[in-house]
């Protein structure tokens, strides 16, 4: 069966950095688009990133220059490395896949990130 399954998140002062990873089993890993969307209660879940099966990538206008999204294809895992954090980061953090743009989509249980001093 399909799995996504996101780790890494945690409680870190603002300007400090966490790495979030997402390893998937279950399917063809390398010819999947896969993004990292982030939600906090009370509002709908945002885009923060994305990488395509090639490596090309798109960042939500408030993460870029401090998030950078990468994959490793022999691990099946896809990271979200944040940097520079701020406080309107904390969200609980999910990982997505899909198969084209009109393809299926997997959705991980996600991952808290706390952002507070």
């Known amino acids: 069966q399909v799995q996504l399954v996101e780790s890494g998140g945690g409680l870190v002062q603002p300007g400090g950095s966490l790495r979030l990873s997402c390893a998937a089993s279950?399917?063809?890993?390398?010819?999947?688009?896969m993004s990292w969307y982030r939600q906090t209660p009370g509002k709908q879940r945002e885009l923060v990133a994305t990488?395509?099966?090639?490596?090309?990538?798109n960042y939500a206008d408030s993460v870029k220059g401090r998030f950078t999204i990468s994959r490793d294809n022999a691990k099946t895992t896809v990271y979200l490395q944040m940097n520079s954090l701020k406080p309107e980061d904390t969200a609980d953090y999910y990982c997505r896949a899909q198969l084209g743009a009109l393809g299926r989509v997997y959705w991980g249980q996600g991952t808290q990130v706390t952002v507070s001093s």
């Open positions: 990488i395509t099966s090639s490596g090309t990538t």
């Open positions: 279950g399917f063809t890993f390398s010819m999947y688009l």
